[in-house]
């Protein structure tokens, strides 16, 4: 019979392999599956398509990141810069404290058998505390976990107080809400930036009439594109980002040589002293702007079912982190050197773009916005499951869309839903400056 189908009574430790990249331990009638490793080429290969699933979302994060800084009016550029290299401080040191120390270094190793997201962590914590945390008072732990000979103060509070144990699982719902609700706005957020580029060729009537239904049916596709699996998603849209972020990067370059060639010091903490001491309350407020520089960030978490963690760190920390910090050290170059913008909503991406090459960047844009997307999407798809796994989410169809990487998963239901609130968001906010500042609001929250 077949190990996965859970029938007859095997024996305690008896190991088969199912799969090219999985094995299956049984002890008793509980079935542990363990991710064999893997081989330097298949990582390399997760690893690219990563780029087209995970990445999508912060590597088009350079769209409107210095537009919605700007865009509130709670902060001016002026001639002394000193706000512009404020911002690029400010987002090197985000970008360097958030998704490379936090999540490559750290987030990332607690994993749930090879699953991430908030409930993976939430479930890891109850089997560490042993306490009746999941629903039905299941108390679950790891093959080969031994309990602590001593226990910690926060671990015995825990076992304890039956109080904190409901307010652990009010954090990870809240923090589930939090990531959905991300899965909501941001496809709305990047394609509405992406599109917002034709503002600077065609006149405001135009552009007002144009951007809502372009918006909106850009959407219809990417959604529909779902039930292809992340396998085939993450093939058609890997070179998408590769190509995006290869253009940012040669962009930024370009515009560091020609514009400002001593750009880099901005990225001293320094200046983001002198930013906060001249803007005061404004530079508090222009902070949410500042924080989408991060936006997708979580879906390294989130989607790490979906990969394995070497595959992350490597796309991350050799491809997705130095493009970024070129795209942000080229836009701040380049606006350094220019003060009379018509107006101030200009200031951002297209505008460090070169007047000859901008269409054909604004149509990579466009469908880098559309990958951009995805890493919520199939963040959201997971979080779904293991809600579903844990008897907090209602039972809906998960169809597994890979025979090698057990995480790849497409829930069709939330994958409609998921579309509906996305279209309506779009018709409701209208313009990329409310949608960032809901966007900016609910991700300073997570």
């Not at 954090?171 to 899965?183: E, R, S």
């Not at 491809?319 to 009379?340: C, D, E, F, K």
Request: hydrophobic letters at 45%; charged letters at 15%; one cysteine or more.
């Amino acid at each position: 019979m077949d190990a996965e189908s859970g029938g007859g009574a095997p024996t305690v430790g008896m190991r088969r392999k199912v799969g090219p990249l999985w094995d299956c331990h049984f002890i008793g009638f509980t079935v542990w599956r363990i991710r064999s490793p893997r081989p330097w080429s298949a990582e390399l290969l997760l690893a690219y398509q990563s780029l087209g699933v995970v990445y999508g979302d912060v590597a088009t994060a350079p769209l409107y990141v210095f537009k919605s800084a700007f865009a509130g009016g709670d902060i001016e550029h002026s001639a002394g810069n000193e706000e512009i290299y404020g911002v690029l401080s400010l987002v090197f040191w985000t970008l360097t404290l958030i998704p490379l120390l936090k999540y490559v270094f750290l987030v990332l190793r607690a994993d749930d058998h090879g699953e991430g997201g908030t409930f993976a962590l939430y479930s890891l914590i109850c089997r560490r505390v042993r306490v009746g945390l999941l629903p039905g008072g299941d108390v679950r732990r790891s093959e080969g976990m031994a309990p602590a000979p001593r226990l910690s103060s926060v671990r015995a509070a825990l076992e304890r107080h039956r109080v904190l144990q409901g307010l652990l699982l009010l954090l990870a719902l809240l923090g589930t809400c939090m990531v959905i609700g991300d899965g909501v706005l941001t496809p709305a957020v990047s394609v509405v930036s992406a599109v917002s580029g034709l503002e600077l060729s065609l006149d405001n009537e135009q552009h007002e009439y144009i951007l809502l239904p372009v918006t909106c049916a850009i959407l219809v596709g990417l959604f529909t594109l779902q039930h292809y699996g992340t396998h085939r998603v993450g093939f058609l849209f890997a070179p998408i980002v590769c190509v995006w972020l290869l253009c940012i990067s040669i962009i930024g370059v370009y515009n560091i040589i020609r514009w400002n060639p001593h750009v880099y010091q901005a990225l001293s903490p320094y200046y983001m002293y002198k930013f906060l001491q001249k803007t005061r309350t404004g530079g508090w407020m222009s902070l949410g702007g500042i924080l989408l520089c991060v936006t997708g960030s979580e879906a390294m978490y989130a989607d790490l079912g979906h990969f394995s963690q070497s595959s992350i760190k490597i796309a991350f920390t050799s491809v997705v982190y130095p493009a970024l910090i070129l795209a942000y050290m080229g836009q701040t170059a380049y606006i350094s050197r220019h003060h009379n913008f018509e107006n101030i909503n200009h200031i951002g991406f297209y505008v460090s773009v070169p007047e000859k090459i901008r269409w054909p960047v604004l149509v990579i844009a466009i469908l880098a916005a559309v990958v951009g997307s995805q890493a919520v999407i199939t963040g959201t798809f997971s979080i779904i499951k293991q809600c579903c796994s844990l008897n907090c989410f209602p039972r809906v169809k998960i169809v597994h869309t890979s025979s090698t990487v057990h995480g790849q998963i497409y829930i069709p239901e939330i994958n409609w839903i998921l579309m509906i609130l996305c279209l309506a968001v779009t018709i409701g906010f209208r313009d990329t400056k409310h949608l960032t500042n809901a966007q900016g609001s609910g991700l300073s929250v997570h």
